[in-house]
């Protein structure tokens, strides 16, 4: 009975092969894909910029006593490194005469401290000393010198120090930058002139309306509604006024000490200035020391509040005056430019509004 097979043992037992789970089309296709990368990269005709990069690399790998050795073997050899064999050369020793001594003599050093900095020093002094015999020579290399390709457009070999800028150089750039300076200016210059002239259209709008509204509060004068660019909207008796103020009147301090006006700003203040004045051909000295004299006279009619405040609103710029007339509309009829609408009051105008800039309305 021992002899014979058990038939309860493993050995009897069928090994079931392991069934992979059935693949997905997906991975299918993934893996068709693969297969046929592989195969255009195997086929694939290689461009000749990629040729030309490999086989650069491949002959600045190679060492020129290999390549010698190879064209040698293949077409006779290289006529130089024949020279140099029948001058005593042979590959992988040094040119030159050689040194008393075994070649592999080096100077003892101390061992490497403890600390990493010590143990890079060490390590440098070991390497020096090893390129020098035992005299303390340095040792002839028995390879060539590597060579070091530079990338980028520098070429091979060291690059070139910039140059340090001369008096050219910063003169050239001092120009440029007052050139763009003025280009600057310019453009500021210009863009503050049609911010103006927008204004000044704005202002005559806003004007006939302010007109209408203090003809029905029953406002007679109103000095937001003066443009120094056209008298005939300055009442005769004020402009009597305003000439003798600008004879007594000095300029304002702040006209006088500014700097940063423009020639052509200070021009346009002075015509606004001569504006005001009367138009007569035979005032002589006598009729001006008359005038001053009779200029408290004239100012009767307008009281001399008014006067400076309409001085000081004709000396103004025409966005400051829009700013001003605006603003007086709204406090005194609750009326809105930019709405275009008139509120019933200050309540009901700060609820419906917007906002006081024409940029709360976009």
Avoid at 35 to 47: A, H, I, P, Y
Avoid at 181 to 194: I, V, W
Avoid at 241 to 267: C, F, K, Q, W, Y
Avoid at 304 to 329: H, M, N, S, T, W
Wanted: proline share 6%; hydrophobic share 30%.
């Amino acid at each position: 009975m021992a002899d014979e097979d058990d038939y309860l043992s493993d050995k009897f037992l069928v090994e079931t092969a392991a069934q992979s789970a059935p693949k997905t089309y997906a991975q299918r296709r993934q893996e068709a894909l693969k297969q046929s990368r592989v195969r255009d990269e195997q086929n694939r005709m290689k461009s000749r910029r990629q040729r030309e990069q490999e086989s650069r690399e491949e002959g600045l790998a190679k060492s020129l006593f290999e390549r010698a050795q190879e064209e040698e073997a293949a077409a006779g050899g290289s006529k130089a490194l024949g020279i140099m064999m029948k001058m005593g050369f042979k590959v992988g020793q040094t040119l030159g005469k050689t040194e008393d001594g075994p070649p592999g003599v080096t100077i003892p050093l101390p061992g490497p401290s403890e600390d990493e900095s010590s143990r890079g020093t060490s390590r440098d002094r070991s390497e020096s000393a090893d390129e020098e015999d035992s005299k303390g020579r340095p040792r002839h290399t028995a390879e060539p010198l590597p060579l070091n390709e530079w990338q980028g457009k520098k070429g091979i070999g060291l690059g070139k120090r910039a140059r340090s800028p001369g008096a050219a150089d910063r003169l050239a750039k001092m120009v440029k930058m007052a050139e763009e300076a003025g280009h600057e200016s310019f453009r500021d210059r210009a863009r503050r002139e049609y911010e103006e002239r927008r204004a000044e259209g704005r202002i005559a709008s806003a004007k006939r309306t302010c007109l209408t509204l203090d003809e029905k509060a029953g406002i007679t004068f109103n000095v937001f509604c003066l443009n120094p660019t056209d008298p005939e909207s300055i009442p005769e008796g004020l402009m009597n006024a305003l000439s003798a103020h600008t004879l007594l009147v000095s300029p304002l301090p702040s006209e006088s000490a500014s700097g940063d006006a423009s020639h052509a700003a200070r021009l346009r203040a002075q015509m606004r200035a001569d504006a005001l004045l009367p138009l007569s051909s035979e005032l002589d000295n006598d009729e001006d020391d008359a005038l001053i004299s009779e200029a408290p006279a004239t100012t009767e009619d307008f009281p001399q509040d008014i006067v400076e405040e309409a001085v000081y609103f004709l000396r103004l710029g025409p966005r400051d005056r829009l700013k001003l007339l605006l603003d007086y509309l709204r406090e005194k009829y609750s009326y809105c430019f930019w709405c275009g609408t008139q509120y019933e009051d200050a309540s009901d105008l700060a609820k419906n509004c917007p906002g006081p800039e024409e940029d709360d309305h976009d």
